[in-house]
């Protein structure tokens, strides 16, 4: 099975820290994502990375920035936390293609206080 | 632009009930994916399946059936016989070609009381 593994399953932050969200695949995939869950929101995605050391932004990457040194794992980074980021980020990965799902970690709920 | 409108926010029926779940979505690529998820309370998203642009033949599995109508651009998905486990929020997203992401809806939240 394809397990994709975020660090964290809650954390708590205060505002101005530096934070830094870690997700692994075990599955080799080329295709890794950030995406934060709001209510009535859904998911949105922040970043994506199709190849290591390459990014690219997607629909609200303001405030955040990632890293892929290693095919396996994706950081994402807030560079100073802000309580309007208090959300559930979700990673996700998959293989190349347009007919391929994503797998999901179990996501990191973030509380910046 | 791709855009996925998942209208119903929330949806209660009681169990044995069938529920319906819409999906509209916006794209001007002929070649593209849909795609259900479901998550539990567990948080995870879990795949529940993809159709892609050319095939609108519509599909069953076991209690699930979901409907892919091009001329409504609607990628409906319906639950037969509903039960307490089916509670969860349901997504719906869209895939298109040249490009790496997955766009998604905001989701229904699915509650089915005993």
């Known amino acids: 099975d394809v397990k994709v593994t975020q660090s964290s399953r809650y954390l708590v932050k205060r505002t101005g820290e530096k934070v830094f969200l870690e997700c692994v695949q075990d599955?080799?995939?080329?295709?890794m994502f950030w995406y934060r869950q709001d209510p009535g929101l859904g998911l949105r995605l922040i970043y994506f990375?199709?190849?290591?050391?390459?990014?690219e932004k997607g629909d609200i990457p303001e405030g955040y920035s990632v890293s892929r040194e290693k095919k396996e794992r994706f950081s994402l980074i807030l560079e100073s936390a802000s309580t309007n980021q208090t959300s559930m980020y979700l990673c996700?990965?998959?293989?190349?293609?347009?007919?391929?799902?994503?797998?999901f970690g179990q996501g990191t709920r973030l509380t910046v206080v | 632009a791709q855009k996925v409108t998942q209208a119903q926010t929330e949806i209660s029926v009681v169990e044995k009930e069938d529920v319906t779940l819409d999906c509209v979505y916006e794209?001007?690529?002929?070649?593209?994916?849909l795609f259900w998820y479901k998550q539990p309370p567990s948080g995870e998203l879990v795949f529940l399946i993809r159709?892609?642009?050319?095939?609108?033949q519509n599909e069953i599995s076991g209690r699930y059936s979901w409907n892919f109508q091009k001329s409504t651009s609607s990628f409906n998905f319906t639950i037969t016989a509903s039960q307490v486990v089916d509670s969860a929020v349901y997504f719906c997203?869209?895939?298109?070609?040249?490009?790496?992401?997955?766009?998604f809806g905001a989701g229904t939240r699915l509650t089915v009381k005993p």
């Open positions: 996700a990965s998959s293989v190349g293609g347009l007919n391929t799902e994503a797998f």
């Open positions: 599955m080799d995939h080329e295709n």
């Open positions: 990375s199709y190849d290591v050391k390459m990014k």
């Open positions: 794209t001007r690529d002929t070649t593209y994916y």
């Open positions: 159709r892609n642009s050319f095939d609108e």
């Open positions: 997203a869209l895939k298109v070609s040249n490009n790496n992401d997955m766009r």
